[in-house]
């Protein structure tokens, strides 16, 4: 058994990457809040606490179009829908009888990249792995908010965007070796490659919001991989 | 006239609001969900979910689309041979850098 300061410290390494295009990305949502008028304190608390890119960025506009605390609430569960996924996925890995305060803990780090972290470890998801991880990425999200709300201009766009490419390679890192060992998870990944590129271009998917294509996609794909190729019970002991 | 405390509540219900939509599998699951169908759902769903958010996301997110193309090339290449998370993550960011000061 590893014990639960080494795990928390590789989750603390793996967050590094995943810090660094963060930092990047928050920068243009800071200098987005700075418009819709939250000061950088206001922003530094949103992010460390909300720690969602698309549920934020939507929650500052609605600030500025004087929304209501219900239209807040009800559009923050449809962006970050993609997050009960997430959180059921998390959960089909741990056995009857985990602790409820283990199950939360797991599901309170969850962002799409530190879930994609998560999910790729072998084993039961492990609490001190993603507190790792987002002890290394989310205060750099709060802090890249904070500056980009006060300088109110971008890091030199060269910077942003070698930085924000980073959080791709870590998934890229994620997918592609056992892409390479099963088949079935390579062609998934290879299809999921071309529907979200043909979703991105056609005119009616193309509309919504990135976050929602990411969650239709996600079922329709997944769905029609289940019914092509369902997995038999020991495959999901090996992994 | 809103107040500065109406910011802050705003900022909370928003936050509390994200984090109920990461918590709530946790509050309502007690086993791994049983039937085929949902097992083998959920054993795509990260990879999908992944390369979704990866493809075409990486060449709309630098300066120049011929660069994103050869960081996400460059990054399956270093991931197929076994080079680790930091590792292809440094190697997508130096692809960039150096492709853009060129292009």
Redesign the interface.
């Known amino acids: 058994m590893k014990s639960n300061t080494r795990i928390f410290r590789e989750g603390f390494r793996d967050g590094i990457p995943i810090g660094l295009g963060y930092f990047a990305v928050a920068f243009s949502l800071g200098i987005a809040a700075h418009g819709y008028g939250f000061g950088p304190v206001q922003g530094f608390i949103a992010s460390i606490l909300t720690y969602a890119s698309a549920g934020q960025y939507i929650g500052f506009s609605l600030y500025a179009a004087n929304a209501t605390l219900i239209q807040l609430i009800v559009l923050t569960v449809i962006t970050n829908a993609r997050y009960i996924l997430m959180g059921v996925t998390l959960n089909q890995r741990m056995p009857a009888g985990t602790s409820l305060g283990r199950r939360i803990a797991v599901g309170t780090t969850i962002t799409d990249e530190i879930f994609g972290i998560t999910i790729a470890r072998p084993g039961i998801p492990s609490p001190y792995y993603g507190f790792g991880a987002w002890c290394a990425a989310v205060p750099m999200w709060a802090i890249g908010t904070s500056i980009g709300i006060i300088t109110g201009t971008a890091l030199p766009a060269e910077i942003v965007s070698a930085l924000s490419v980073a959080i791709f390679g870590m998934f890229l890192a994620v997918i592609v070796p056992p892409a390479r060992k099963d088949r079935m998870i390579g062609a998934a990944v290879a299809v999921s490659f071309a529907c979200s590129y043909a979703a991105a271009r056609i005119p009616l998917v193309s509309v919504l919001s990135s976050g929602n294509r990411t969650i239709l996609l996600t079922l329709f794909i997944s769905a029609a991989f289940a019914i092509i190729a369902p997995r038999t019970g020991t495959d999901s002991d090996e992994k | 006239m809103r107040s500065e405390l109406y910011?802050?509540?705003?900022?909370?219900?928003?936050?509390f609001?994200?984090?109920c939509?990461?918590?709530?599998?946790?509050?309502v699951?007690?086993?791994?969900?049983e039937n085929?169908?949902?097992?083998?759902?959920?054993?795509?769903?990260?990879?999908?979910?992944?390369?979704?958010?990866?493809?075409?996301?990486?060449i709309?997110?630098?300066?120049?689309p011929v660069?994103?193309a050869a960081?996400?090339a460059a990054?399956?290449i270093?991931?197929?041979l076994?080079?680790?998370?930091?590792?292809?993550?440094?190697?997508?960011?130096?692809?960039?850098?150096i492709l853009?000061?060129f292009v």
């Open positions: 910011i802050y509540i705003y900022i909370f219900i928003m936050a609001t994200t984090w939509m990461r918590v709530i599998p946790s509050l699951m007690k086993k791994p969900i085929r169908f949902v097992q083998s759902f959920l054993y795509y769903v990260p990879y999908v979910t992944l390369a979704v958010m990866t493809f075409p996301a990486i709309e997110s630098t300066q120049s660069a994103g960081a996400f990054g399956i270093a991931a197929w076994g080079v680790k998370l930091l590792g292809v993550a440094a190697i997508c960011c130096i692809t960039v850098f853009e000061l």
